[in-house]
């Protein structure tokens, strides 16, 4: 229940604190497994294990589990399974097949072998925080997160979610924190940042293990490169890298976390993992109306 990654979206309207109505928003969407002639399938899981609802309720926060199942059908599996009935046939027929044959023979192939593959299970967590009206999702790439939200809206069409907007630009605000060496009392830089050209694209210097004050790097900012990324520290709670785009990789909760964590006595698997989620999701509470703070606050309209 660590939360690494978080792809932050804002609620447009309040979401009442019910997890009972949550979980039959859900119902419709619940995974079942593939099929023996499917190669994938997703729906949602309970996040405390089997028999419990699908959406848990703590902290004024309602958690949910999205699970996708894929076959494993690897490409040299199945062109070596092609390539002999393409030659059995080639040998049978005395002719040569042609590309259009050879890709109905491929479907054949592909179909013939899934119900013999393996499967493979992947788990993404998500939250949605009624008190601060945000939603959460422990993803690391856009992409993973959009497919996440897309199961999301097609089971609980009401849910009204939008990316955060800032006030101003998060890349001009991180690149005036280095360039002027300053940053709000509550940040310490880390040592890692990633800069680009906006005039330039794919043009970016990428560092690790470095002095982010250093002349170095407020070289690169006087030639016009911007921060796309940061490393840093936030309350003296939480390791993380802050993107351009508000959201928040590779998180890292401090030992003053931990140890608030390990000081509790859990009597099953479900309720740690409960207290783990009610003590990450009142962390992450405090940080998100934090972040737009550095950035001037929320854009008008949000």
Not at 45 to 64: D, E, I, N, R
Request: aromatic share 6%.
């Amino acid at each position: 229940m660590w939360f690494r990654n978080l792809m932050l979206y804002r609620l447009r309207d309040r979401l009442a604190y019910d997890a009972e109505a949550a979980d039959q928003q859900l119902a419709a969407a619940a995974f079942t497994p593939c099929g023996s002639l499917e190669s994938s399938r997703s729906g949602f899981v309970p996040p405390l294990g089997s028999g419990a609802p699908l959406v848990h309720a703590g902290a004024g926060c309602l958690l949910f589990c999205l699970q996708e199942e894929s076959k494993l059908l690897p490409a040299a599996v199945i062109r070596e399974a092609l390539d002999e009935r393409v030659s059995a046939l080639e040998a049978a027929d005395q002719r040569k097949v042609r590309k259009r044959e050879r890709d109905r023979i491929r479907d054949e192939v592909v179909t013939d072998l899934l119900p013999r593959a393996f499967s493979r299970h992947k788990r993404t967590w998500g939250y949605i925080d009624t008190q601060e009206g945000f939603l959460a999702i422990d993803a690391g790439s856009e992409k993973q997160a959009e497919g996440v939200l897309e199961q999301l809206r097609d089971a609980w069409p009401e849910l009204s979610i939008i990316a955060p907007q800032s006030q101003d630009l998060p890349a001009t605000i991180m690149t005036r924190w280095l360039a002027q060496q300053q940053t709000p009392g509550d940040i310490e830089l880390g040592e890692e940042a990633v800069l680009e050209d906006p005039n330039s694209e794919g043009c970016e210097v990428r560092v690790k293990r470095q002095d982010l004050t250093s002349g170095e790097i407020r070289a690169h900012i006087d030639a016009g490169k911007r921060v796309r990324r940061l490393a840093l520290t936030w309350a003296e709670r939480m390791n993380c890298v802050l993107d351009s785009d508000l959201s928040v990789r590779r998180i890292k909760f401090l030992d003053v976390i931990r140890e608030q964590a390990g000081d509790r006595e859990a009597q099953s698997e479900a309720e740690r993992l409960d207290g783990d989620f009610v003590l990450i999701a009142l962390e992450l509470r405090g940080l998100f109306p934090r972040l737009l703070e550095w950035f001037g606050g929320e854009a008008q309209g949000q």
